[in-house]
């Protein structure tokens, strides 16, 4: 199964607009020997922090990447002060969104619930979902981590399924160990293989044959160094990078990384 390996930045609370339209600038010429097959064989979004996504946007027009977003709330409008919704996602050109971020989940208290609400919302739309699944380390030391999984990607999986989109375009699943994002600590390309195997299994249980061309993609503490070996893994089909997606040479060449590995693997 060929599925278009797709690499997205997650900026966090990190650059400026200015900043934005900098890196933009920089990261143009280093993607230039693969330009024409990003947005087609290869694909690559960014997820800056709100006040970014406009300059960011039209500093990346024609380039090929996508705008994502790093969260959306689930109403359409309303007194929800310091909320963003996917109304105004889509206005600004978004085409992602990541949803149940660990750091989400973990910082700001967001429930399965909530992502659930997120998800229904996204599918009621044209953008995609980013759904982040990982285990914390005591859960994983715990051997929770197939309980982990189950729970935090069925339901998604059941409405994913209900809905009359079809899931490669509606679904992206990341897989992020909570224990690997920021840490500096990356899971070994065994673990992850198993933990991706594992997601493929609740895909295709789900979603039937269209569970195998819905995209799973590696977070944590990736970084040029140690990409290439968990990127050439079955089942890992592209990258969900925090910290090495800040510098222009660093996230050009993961990449470029992906892109060959992909190639490798097809
Ligand atoms: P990291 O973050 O690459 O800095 O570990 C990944 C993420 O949180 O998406």
Redesign the pocket.
């Known amino acids: 199964m060929r599925r278009v390996p797709l690499v997205v930045a ?1 900026w ?1 609370m990190n650059h400026t607009a200015r900043a934005a339209e900098e890196f933009a600038a920089a990261l143009r010429p280093l993607i230039a020997p693969f330009a024409d097959e990003i947005g087609s064989r290869l694909e690559v979004a960014i997820a800056p922090a709100f006040p970014a996504l406009d300059r960011l946007g039209q500093a990346l027009s024609g380039s090929g990447i996508a705008l994502a977003a790093q969260n959306v709330h689930e109403a359409d409008s309303g007194a929800f002060t310091g909320e963003v919704s996917l109304a105004m996602l889509a206005d600004l050109g978004c085409r992602l969104v ?1 949803i149940g ?3 989400r989940r973990h910082l700001f208290g967001e429930t399965d619930e909530r992502v659930l609400a997120k998800l229904d919302r996204l599918l009621a739309s044209e953008l995609g979902a980013i759904l ?1 699944v990982g285990e914390t380390l005591a859960e994983r030391e715990g051997g929770q981590l197939g309980r982990v999984l189950a729970r935090q990607l069925e339901e998604p999986i059941r409405r994913v399924a209900a809905s009359a989109r079809p899931p490669e375009r509606s679904l992206v699943v ?1 897989y ?1 160990p909570v224990w ?4 500096g600590r990356v899971a070994t390309p065994d673990l992850a293989r198993a933990a991706h195997a594992e997601i493929r299994s609740h895909l295709v249980a789900g979603l039937g044959p269209a569970g195998e061309r819905v995209r799973i993609l590696y ?4 970084k040029p160094a140690n990409a290439r070996s968990l990127l050439e893994q079955p089942d890992i089909d592209g990258a ?6 800040l510098d222009p040479v660093d996230f050009s060449s993961l990449v470029s990384i992906c892109r060959e590995t992909q190639r490798e693997r097809s």
């Open positions: 997650n966090k990541l971020h660990s750091e982040c990341a992020e690997a994002i920021g840490t977070g944590g503490s990736l969900l990078v925090g910290g090495a997606s």
